[in-house]
């Protein structure tokens, strides 16, 4: 017996060890076929890495993505975790400080929204078409907003945010 049958993406997938590959594997529910007898016995095993679900996830999503990223995270590993779906990508921590985020999605415009959602500052390494879609999108935002008014006279400009470029000092991780 497979330890799951998990619901993704309104489909059901079996995860089941394959004594052929020796690995775990995903089928599609839909495309098996029962075969009589069933086969050999076997010793259970527990949840791939953990939890069935998330594997799922992660083999189902990345799989049938359009467009793949690798994006650099200004933020430990476990914030990142706790603001996305396992949907959205795999997070492999760099440091202390500083984490990947393997992503992708339909298209750019998705990937640019579960970028902007994580509430932190990234970078793109990959693909271009990312980072050609991000340079447009800024420019749009950039329009968006009523120029800057000059300041009062005598007035001084405001104090740099603790974290900001401007102080000298690394992007801030997060906001929220």
């Known amino acids: 017996m497979p330890p799951r049958v998990v619901n993704w993406g309104r489909r059901w997938y079996l995860v089941a060890w394959d004594v052929g590959r020796d690995d775990w594997r995903t089928f599609r529910a839909d495309r098996i076929t029962p075969r009589t007898p069933a086969g050999p016995r076997f010793a259970p095993r ?3 890495e953990g939890d069935a679900a998330a594997y799922v996830a992660g083999k189902v999503s990345a799989a ?3 467009h793949h990223a690798r994006v650099t995270v200004h933020a430990p590993a476990a914030t990142v975790l706790e603001r996305i779906n396992p949907a959205v990508g795999v997070v492999e921590a760099v440091d202390g400080r500083t984490c990947v985020l393997v992503t ?4 750019l415009e998705s990937l640019a929204v579960h ?3 994580l509430g932190c500052d990234f970078t793109v390494t990959e693909p271009p078409e990312l980072v050609a879609y991000l340079r447009e999108l800024a420019g749009r935002y950039a329009r968006s907003t009523p120029a800057a008014t000059p300041l009062a006279p005598g007035a001084g400009a ?3 945010v603790a974290g900001s470029p401007d102080e000298g000092s690394s992007p801030a991780a997060c906001s929220r």
């Open 46 to 48: 527990g949840d791939p």
């Open 64 to 66: 049938a993505w359009r």
């Open 104 to 107: 992708g999605a339909d298209t």
């Open 115 to 117: 970028l902007s959602v």
């Open 158 to 160: 405001p104090a740099p």
